[in-house]
């Protein structure tokens, strides 16, 4: 654990209410069309290795910038346009709960690390709420790009629950 995850070491907490079940929402997490309907902040997209919701399965994905501008400010941070990611489901209670165990290694000049996030999903009327808590980064600054890629990635969600629909 470094410094900076010693001095903050609460996990961040995004709450969003989505129109739909958490059947719906769920099946965006957890199957390879859904996760690459959506996963990824705008201008980023993501192509799926190997998706297995269950304990101990495995989640492999490249995470791609798409859009020049984001093309540009990866090269501009000197981070490369795709680079893999891997993690470990470690809780799946469907419908309700999932964590997943995410490797950190392709962050340039960082030692890889373990992060975990986890979503709760509730339904709460003709809505789901969906709760998100993941553990902070190494440093303050990953933490806030982290949580900012987070949250755009959350705005493409009612529109793919919408286009799924008409499906």
């Keep these: 654990m470094t410094a900076s995850s010693k001095q903050n ?24 069309e859904g996760f690459e309907a959506w996963w990824g902040p705008v201008g980023f997209r993501v192509e799926v290795q190997s998706i297995e919701p269950e304990v101990g399965g495995s989640l492999s994905y490249s995470m791609i910038a798409a859009a020049p501008e984001q093309i540009a400010a990866m090269k501009a941070m000197g981070q490369p346009i795709a680079h893999g990611t891997t993690g470990t489901f470690t809780v799946v209670e469907p419908h309700k709960k999932l964590s997943i165990r995410h490797m950190i290694d392709f962050i340039a000049g960082v030692e890889p ?32 790009m982290a949580t900012e890629g987070m949250e755009s ?15």
């Design 9 to 32: 070491p609460k996990p961040v907490t995004l709450e969003r209410s989505y129109e739909g079940t958490p059947e719906e929402l769920w099946e965006l997490w957890t199957t390879k």
């Design 113 to 144: 690390y373990e992060h975990t996030m986890t979503v709760v999903f509730e339904a709460v009327g003709s809505q789901t709420r969906m709760t998100i808590h993941f553990d902070p980064h190494n440093t303050e600054a990953f933490t806030k």
């Design 153 to 167: 990635q959350l705005t493409k969600l009612p529109g793919v629950l919408l286009e799924r629909r008409k499906a």
